[in-house]
Structures are given as C-alpha cells and as structure tokens.
C-alpha cells in the first residue's frame, strides 16, 4: 500500500507514528515537506525565545524517517495532484503514485487586506523561519504592535517582550482579547495582568493603513488616529491550506477548508484531509489535540479499523506571558436553563466562571483567569457528567466546611475519562499501565505518550500514578533524585543522626554516583539547616545553587548585586550616607526594594569582597538576598509614631530579624510586622506575619506573593511576644523539617493532609510532642549564626574564589558592558 502524505507538520508527523504502530501492515510511506526542517512543536514555539533551539523543538531528526523507512523530501512541496493517475507532482519534479493520499498541509497566517503589509519591518508569525526573521530585526526596533490579541497573538506580544522590545502594543479588532476563550469580565482580568508587564492593549480597533516608505513608519486605524511604531508582526489567526484541494477539483468550503466526512474523507474516497486544513461538519480545528485524533482515525481505517472523527472537546488551558487562562466545555452558555456562578478577585486579578445546570447536579462549561489549578478536574467534572457538590460553587472556591467530595476527586471519574486529549490517552489506560509497572509520571509518557503534547494533563498524571499506587497499598516515596532513595524530610533526619557534614559525605554514606542538578543544592541546604556552618567551607562550596557560591545574585550582564541586611527597614542618616558611598565609588546602581532595603547593582566579581568589607565597617551584614533563607522582616512604623499603631512594630520586626537571620530552608522565607489591621506592612502576604491587636499579636503564616498569590493563615491569635516567638521557632522548624525541596511555606501547607489545623495541632498544641525540641534546635541555629559576608572578608582564602582571573585578581570581566539609565547605568542587552 503506497501512502503519500502531504505536510510535515505535527500532524503530519503523528500520522507517521501512529502508522508505524500498526504492525503487521506494509506500507510504503512518501512525506513531502514545505519547510526544510522535519517537524517540530509549534505548540511551544514561543520557547524559542526563551533558549531552546531548533532542534529541541524538533519532533524527530531526519535519521528517523530513513530508520523507520519513510521517504522524506523537506523543502519540496507538491505542486499538482493527478486524481486520475492518482499521483502527485513535487516542486522538484518527483512523481508520485499513491494507493491513499493524505492531506495534512496545515494553514497559513492569516494576514488581513491592509495597504503596506509588504513593507520591511512588517512579518507573521507562524514558522522558525518567521521567528528567525524576527529575532534578526528587533535590535532595530523600539516600539512594536501586534495585529491580533486571540492566542496566538499574545504569543507574538510575548515574543516581543523577550526580544527586549518592552513598548509593545496589541492590537485587537473584537471588543475583547482572547473573545473565543475568554468573555468581558475574564478578558478585563487579563487585559489588568498584562499591563503591568509593558503590554499596551487597544480592542475595538481596526487597523486600515500601514504608513510608511520602503520601512513601517506607523499604523493608521479606522477612527484616523495613528500609533507610531517601527515594527509589526500580524497573528491574526489562520487560514487553510486548500489550495492544492481547489486545485484538483475536490470540495472546498465557502471560507475555506477541505470537506471531509467523520472518515475523514474529502470528495474523492482515495483522498483524506486532516489537521488545519480539514473543514469537518464546518468546523476547523486549530488545536493541534484535534489532529492528532484525526491521525489516529486515519491510522486506523487504512489498517482495518473502522473509527470515525466526531468533533472534538475545544477545552484549552493556556500560560500567556506568565498569565493562566482556560475555558472548557460551553464558556459562554446563557440560557434559562442555566445558572451561573462567578468569582471575581480584581485585586488578585482572578477571575473564576462556572455555567451549571438549572438543577445544580452539571457542569456546563467555564472560565479561568489568573489561576487555573483546578482546570483539569473541571473538565474531567464537566466531559464526564459527574454530579456537582451540594454547593456547586464549592469546586472554584473550595469547600468551606471541611469536608470534601471524594467522588469528585480522582477516583470518582470513570475509566474512559480522556485524561491526556493531544494523545487520546484514558484514566483506564494509564491506571494500566500503572499496575504493569510504570510507576512514575516519565514512565507513563514513555509507555502511552500521555503528557508529551501541551503538557497540560501532567499534574493529574502524577494524581492517577498516586491514586493506583495507594489502591494497591503501595507506600508512595517522594525521593530526591536518583542518586538518593529518601525524601528530603527522610535524609535530613539521617544526616543529622548520622552527624554528615559535607556533601560528599552524604553522597557516600546515604547515596550513590555522582549527584546531580537537584540533590546537590538540596543536599547543601539540608547541611545549612542543620548545622548553620559557612556555606562555602571547602567540600560544600561546589554544591551550591549559582547565587550561594558567589554570596550575591548574579544579574543580567554578568554583575551581581549586593543587598545589606536592614532589619525592619529600620536605617539610620549615617548608614544611607555610607550606602550612598559605596554605590557611588563602585558605580553601582542603586534601588529601593519591595522588602525595605536597598539593592546595588552592576557589582564586579572582584569588587565584591571589597564591597562587603566597608559595608561591614559600617555595621551591615549579609541580608541573604541570594539564599533559600530568611530574606526580610518588613515592619509599618507601628506606635512608635502612628497614631493607629497599637505596638511598637518596628522594634518588634527588628527582634524577629535578628533571631532569624541566615535560617537556611527548603525556600526562601519573607516575614512582615503591621502595627494594626490596616496591615501597611502586608503581614497576610508573607511566609509568617504578625499583626498586632489590642491584646498582643495575632501570628498569620504560609501566605505568598508571586506568580500565584495566597493569603497566610491565622495560627494563633492575642500572643504576648515570647509566645509568638515561640511558635514561630516551632512553625519554622518544622517547615525546614517536613517540607520538599524548593516548596514555600503556601505550597507546603496546601499539600499538608489536615491542613492550617493540622499545623496548628503541631505548633500550638503541640501533639507530636516535639515543640521543645523544635525551639531548642532553633536556639542552636540563633547561637551558632554568623555573617557570611564578614567571613569571606576575614579569609584570604575565601576571596581567591571572587577574582574572575585567576592570574590577574584585579583584572576585571572585560564582556561586562552597562548603558546610562536616568544618571545611573543599566545593563547592556545581550546581543
């Protein structure tokens, strides 16, 4: 059987594979190709910005098309087909017969009709090439727009923003961005969160002239106004590849698009079309999760079988510039039938839809902006019927009563529930293979593909891995890494009992091979925690995480900063004069930071012990801006001098800084001390707060800023200051103790069975009877505290480690360029 394939795009390529599944059936495989490259993702082609190269993105190299014998001809695209002869004909000239052909040529951009879209500086967004292009044209450019604010135009907006592009405009026709995802309150949501990052969105704006000579000088809109910009990149949407279709006579669509039937046939029984040039029950699919099932309809009929394409779930969920966004089911439905229950968090910027059921028994369909964890049990909730809770509002807000709906959980959905819907992977399906043996999220994917595509269903894999493992009474062990068979909570008890000091040490006697990426920062924190010695004592030093072996972060360009300890954002005249100083005879730029203290930029590597050195004269010491540590204690003024102030918060923030200084944990831990409910010092927003009240101090924790904000906890309220310090020692310990690596206190809490009550059992009622031993391990910790900074300084040692060359110390890194910034400097981009 000689089947010729047209396109190698993804899934062109996913027909490819799932054909060579079929064993037992010979085939003689032809792909021709319009790229000069084999397929790759285009799902992720945004990353290509952010690092990763052509060939990461690449879905197989050309040497597995020759292994799997699949004739591939790249940069050849067909140019006639020959119904009759039942041939194709290349650009090159190769004639081709074909038992079944398979159109899978894509779409193109889709580029509107406006005067000018030829002119330099004006490209698309579709293809490596097209990002290349771009890429090499954006060092000439300072303020571009982009004509499209659907999904793949704030990809495009994103692009520009990496490329270092920050005055970046969308430009949107429709009143809203993202209209076929989002409605107007979700849109408002994300609109809000892309300002802040330099996105200028302007909806209900048509765009009808490109100005300019040769070169884009500006964009003329419907109203006669014009914005000025000297690049434009159009991703506007698609439109499919039917021109070869059209050409041989086969059935088009009106606007566009090859029909085809639920086999997938067009018009001619020897011709099939899938992916986005396929018009089915006038539908196009732009997703690539809907070609993919298509090839495996393809697959299976050419094979025997007899399956057919019914349509498919358009269910996203998205990351756009840091932002999640999701829709699912019917988003929009509004009928009297239907009820519907919203979320809405402008703060936050959240914004959370569900259309249920008149009956309050099923979800319809929803919208979420701004967080998105809970997608991928909506949508299990949604495509497989399962009765909602009592209080449907519950699965977006969370149960307020304590309890919780197992049914609605993992093990309530049924065994056909499409958990992976890019490879049409079942909860069925991967519990099996579960049960065969494949016990881990990797070895699911290498078994069944599940989670190989957009990634999205990777959480609930690890869920289904979790949940099997437990029905079968299998202990479930979190393990570091491969080269360490315990959790981290397990190796730091054996380090301690067994008195491990370096990290070789631990490698040696609870590990085996070499360490890696993961165990070895992890395994430095674990000693830092236990033993609060100097990080970079020979033996530990190399295991640190980048920043902790230069003390300091490194920053873009290759400098570091220097951020001095300022406990409560407490300073005094004479110790600004000396900052101001230093940063000034070092040339540094200087910045207020959001936790009360004052960062310096642009340091040499060789300057830094020097720096250090006249900062420690002046009293300062190592704020740990650089560890996974305690960073600051931000405080209001308090009642020393506001008249709200009910005690005395600076002094008391002072207090807790000092005690917790240079605390190694699992994260970095933020703190902050309000002198009353108006919570100037944002106390609910830290890993542990303090808010002060009419009878002492309310101790708030686990809260976090961030990607994704969390309020902290209340944990015990009306504490005089011994018995808040108290608990904080025992709530800190116990965190450092108990929780993964890299974990903040929020993300460790929510995982913790029980809950705020569970901790509060630990810390306040003390029902593991281990709170004397968590306050004097924490006393141990406070006693044997030393500045990091000021041992460098006192170790000729220790500096030889900060001179960039090792034959020339004072030499300094000749690659370090700055620019001015507003009289202080910044650094140069990377070309």
Same mark, same amino acid.
């Given at each position: 059987?000689?089947?010729?394939?047209?396109?190698?795009?993804?899934?062109?390529?996913?027909?490819?594979?799932?054909?060579?599944?079929?064993?037992?059936?010979?085939?003689?495989?032809?792909?021709?190709?319009?790229?000069?490259?084999?397929?790759?993702?285009?799902?992720?082609?945004?990353?290509?910005?952010?690092?990763?190269?052509?060939?990461?993105?690449?879905?197989?190299?050309?040497?597995?098309?020759?292994?799997?014998?699949?004739?591939?001809?790249?940069?050849?695209?067909? $140019?006639?087909?020959?119904?009759?002869?039942?041939?194709?004909?290349?650009?090159?000239?190769?004639?081709?017969?074909?038992?079944?052909?398979?159109?899978?040529?894509?779409?193109?951009?889709?580029?509107?009709?406006?005067?000018?879209?030829?002119?330099?500086?004006?490209?698309?967004?579709?293809? *490596?090439?097209?990002?290349?292009?771009?890429?090499?044209?954006?060092?000439?450019?300072?303020?571009?727009?982009?004509?499209?604010?659907?999904?793949?135009?704030?990809?495009?907006?994103?692009?520009?923003?990496?490329?270092?592009?920050?005055?970046?405009?969308?430009?949107?026709?429709?009143?809203? =961005?993202?209209?076929?995802?989002?409605?107007?309150?979700?849109?408002?949501?994300?609109?809000?969160?892309? &300002?802040?990052?330099?996105?200028?969105?302007?909806?209900?704006?048509?765009?009808?002239?490109?100005?300019?000579?040769?070169?884009?000088?500006?964009?003329?809109?419907?109203?006669?106004?014009?914005?000025?910009?000297?690049?434009?990149? *159009?991703?506007?949407?698609?439109?499919?590849?039917?021109?070869?279709?059209?050409?041989?006579?086969?059935?088009?669509?009106?606007?566009?698009?090859?029909?085809?039937?639920?086999?997938?046939?067009?018009?001619?029984?020897?011709?099939?079309?899938?992916?986005?040039?396929?018009?089915?029950?006038?539908?196009?699919?732009?997703?690539?999760?809907?070609?993919?099932?298509?090839?495996?309809?393809?697959?299976?009929?050419?094979?025997?079988?007899?399956?057919?394409?019914?349509?498919?779930?358009?269910? #996203?969920?998205?990351?756009?510039?840091?932002?999640?966004?999701?829709?699912?089911?019917?988003?929009?439905?509004?009928?009297?039938?239907? $009820?519907?229950?919203?979320?809405?968090?402008?703060?936050?910027?959240?914004?959370?839809?569900?259309?249920?059921?008149?009956? &309050?028994?099923?979800?319809?369909?929803?919208?979420?902006?701004?967080?998105?964890?809970?997608?991928?049990?909506?949508?299990?909730?949604?495509?497989?019927? !399962?009765?909602?809770?009592?209080?449907?509002?519950?699965?977006?807000?969370?149960?307020?009563?304590?309890?919780?709906?197992?049914?609605?959980?993992?093990?309530?959905?049924?065994?056909?529930?499409?958990?992976?819907?890019?490879?049409?992977?079942?909860?069925?399906?991967?519990?099996?293979?579960?049960?065969?043996?494949?016990?881990?999220?990797?070895?699911?994917?290498?078994?069944?593909?599940?989670?190989?595509?957009?990634?999205?269903?990777?959480?609930?894999?690890?869920?289904?891995?979790?949940?099997?493992?437990?029905?079968?009474?299998?202990?479930? $062990?979190?393990?570091?890494?491969?080269?360490?068979?315990?959790?981290?909570?397990?190796?730091?008890? =054996?380090?301690?009992?067994?008195?491990?000091?370096?990290?070789?040490?631990?490698?040696?006697?609870?590990?085996?091979?070499?360490?890696?990426?993961?165990?070895?920062?992890?395994?430095?924190?674990?000693?830092?925690?236990?033993?609060?010695?100097?990080?970079?004592?020979?033996?530990?030093?190399?295991?640190?995480?980048?920043?902790? $072996?230069?003390?300091?972060?490194?920053?873009?360009?290759?400098?570091?900063?220097?951020?001095?300890?300022?406990?409560?954002?407490?300073?005094?005249?004479?110790?600004?004069?000396?900052?101001?100083?230093?940063?000034?005879?070092?040339?540094?730029? #200087?910045?207020?930071?959001?936790?009360?203290?004052?960062?310096?930029?642009?340091?040499?590597?060789?300057?830094?012990?020097?720096? %250090?050195?006249?900062?420690?004269?002046?009293?300062?010491?190592?704020?740990?801006?650089?560890?996974?540590?305690?960073?600051?204690?931000?405080?209001?003024?308090?009642?020393?001098?506001?008249?709200?102030?009910?005690?005395?918060?600076?002094?008391?923030? !002072?207090?807790?800084?000092?005690?917790?200084?240079?605390?190694?944990?699992?994260?970095?831990?933020?703190?902050?001390?309000?002198?009353?409910?108006?919570?100037?010092?944002?106390?609910?927003?830290?890993?542990?707060? !303090?808010?002060?009240?009419?009878?002492? %101090?309310?101790?708030?924790?686990?809260?976090?800023? &961030?990607?994704?904000?969390?309020?902290?906890?209340?944990?015990?309220?009306?504490?005089?200051?011994?018995?808040?310090?108290?608990?904080?020692?025992?709530?800190?310990?116990?965190?450092?103790?108990?929780?993964?690596?890299?974990?903040?206190?929020?993300?460790?809490?929510?995982?913790?069975?029980?809950? *705020?009550?569970?901790?509060?059992?630990?810390?306040?009622?003390?029902?593991?009877?281990?709170?004397?031993?968590?306050?004097?391990?924490?006393?141990?910790?406070?006693?044997?505290?030393?500045?990091?900074?000021?041992?460098?300084?006192?170790?000729?040692?220790?500096?030889?480690?900060?001179?960039?060359?090792?034959?020339?110390?004072?030499?300094?890194?000749?690659?370090?360029?700055?620019?001015?910034?507003?009289?202080?400097?910044?650094?140069?981009? %990377?070309?």
């Amino acid at each position: 059987m000689k089947i010729v394939i047209i396109g190698n795009g993804m899934v062109g390529y996913k027909l490819c594979e799932k054909l060579l599944e079929k064993k037992g059936h010979g085939f003689e495989i032809l792909v021709f190709g319009e790229e000069t490259r084999p397929a790759y993702d285009r799902v992720h082609l945004s990353d290509y910005y952010s690092g990763k190269t052509a060939d990461d993105l690449s879905l197989a190299p050309s040497q597995w098309y020759h292994d799997n014998n699949i004739q591939l001809y790249l940069g050849d695209p067909v $140019r006639h087909i020959d119904r009759e002869t039942k041939t194709v004909c290349s650009h090159n000239g190769i004639l081709a017969p074909y038992d079944y052909l398979i159109l899978a040529t894509g779409s193109s951009a889709f580029v509107p009709l406006i005067p000018g879209v030829e002119k330099e500086g004006v490209f698309v967004y579709r293809t *490596i090439e097209d990002l290349e292009m771009i890429s090499s044209f954006a060092p000439k450019a300072k303020k571009a727009a982009v004509i499209g604010g659907g999904l793949l135009g704030l990809e495009a907006a994103k692009a520009m923003l990496d490329l270092g592009i920050t005055d970046t405009h969308v430009i949107e026709f429709a009143p809203r =961005l993202m209209p076929r995802q989002v409605d107007d309150a979700g849109s408002n949501i994300l609109r809000n969160k892309l &300002g802040p990052l330099g996105l200028k969105v302007h909806t209900n704006t048509n765009t009808t002239e490109i100005l300019g000579d040769n070169s884009i000088r500006a964009l003329q809109f419907a109203d006669n106004s014009i914005l000025e910009v000297d690049m434009l990149v *159009i991703s506007a949407g698609i439109k499919p590849r039917d021109e070869l279709a059209r050409g041989c006579g086969l059935e088009t669509g009106t606007h566009g698009g090859i029909v085809v039937n639920d086999q997938l046939q067009t018009s001619d029984e020897n011709i099939f079309a899938i992916g986005e040039c396929a018009l089915h029950n006038n539908m196009i699919y732009g997703l690539v999760a809907p070609g993919y099932e298509m090839a495996d309809v393809i697959a299976s009929n050419l094979t025997g079988g007899n399956k057919i394409f019914t349509g498919f779930d358009m269910s #996203t969920k998205l990351k756009l510039i840091g932002v999640d966004v999701a829709s699912f089911g019917d988003p929009f439905i509004q009928t009297n039938d239907t $009820r519907t229950v919203v979320f809405e968090d402008t703060r936050k910027g959240i914004y959370k839809r569900i259309n249920i059921s008149e009956d &309050g028994k099923h979800l319809l369909g929803g919208i979420l902006v701004g967080e998105a964890e809970s997608y991928n049990m909506l949508l299990q909730t949604c495509k497989n019927k !399962i009765v909602l809770p009592p209080n449907p509002e519950d699965i977006i807000l969370g149960s307020r009563g304590g309890e919780s709906d197992g049914a609605a959980g993992i093990a309530g959905l049924p065994d056909e529930a499409l958990i992976c819907s890019c490879e049409s992977v079942s909860k069925g399906a991967i519990c099996a293979v579960v049960n065969e043996g494949c016990e881990s999220v990797d070895a699911i994917k290498k078994c069944t593909k599940a989670g190989t595509g957009c990634g999205g269903c990777v959480p609930m894999l690890k869920d289904l891995v979790n949940h099997t493992l437990k029905s079968q009474g299998k202990y479930i $062990r979190n393990v570091l890494c491969e080269h360490f068979s315990y959790s981290r909570q397990e190796l730091y008890d =054996l380090v301690k009992v067994k008195e491990l000091k370096f990290y070789d040490d631990v490698l040696d006697v609870l590990g085996h091979g070499d360490g890696c990426e993961i165990c070895k920062p992890a395994i430095a924190s674990i000693l830092a925690s236990l033993w609060n010695e100097m990080i970079l004592k020979k033996g530990n030093d190399t295991a640190q995480d980048s920043n902790d $072996r230069y003390l300091a972060n490194i920053q873009k360009g290759g400098t570091y900063s220097v951020v001095p300890r300022i406990p409560g954002g407490e300073i005094t005249p004479e110790k600004l004069i000396v900052i101001g100083q230093i940063a000034k005879k070092y040339n540094l730029y #200087t910045k207020i930071t959001g936790g009360q203290r004052i960062d310096m930029f642009g340091a040499h590597l060789n300057d830094l012990p020097a720096i %250090w050195e006249e900062l420690i004269e002046a009293g300062f010491e190592s704020g740990h801006a650089y560890g996974k540590a305690l960073r600051t204690v931000k405080s209001c003024v308090g009642s020393t001098w506001c008249r709200f102030g009910l005690h005395d918060s600076v002094s008391f923030a !002072i207090r807790v800084e000092q005690r917790y200084r240079g605390l190694r944990a699992p994260h970095k831990i933020k703190s902050a001390v309000s002198g009353c409910i108006r919570e100037c010092a944002e106390a609910q927003s830290k890993d542990f707060g !303090i808010i002060a009240t009419e009878k002492g %101090w309310n101790l708030y924790v686990c809260g976090n800023g &961030g990607s994704k904000p969390q309020h902290a906890l209340l944990l015990a309220q009306d504490l005089d200051d011994e018995t808040c310090i108290k608990y904080i020692d025992r709530f800190l310990m116990f965190y450092i103790k108990t929780a993964d690596p890299l974990s903040r206190t929020a993300t460790w809490l929510n995982k913790m069975e029980g809950g *705020i009550d569970y901790l509060r059992n630990v810390v306040v009622n003390d029902s593991l009877g281990l709170a004397g031993q968590f306050e004097e391990e924490m006393q141990s910790l406070v006693d044997h505290y030393k500045c990091e900074w000021k041992e460098v300084v006192e170790s000729p040692e220790m500096r030889k480690r900060f001179n960039h060359f090792v034959n020339a110390p004072e030499e300094k890194d000749p690659t370090v360029k700055f620019e001015p910034l507003r009289e202080q400097k910044r650094a140069a981009e %990377w070309k």
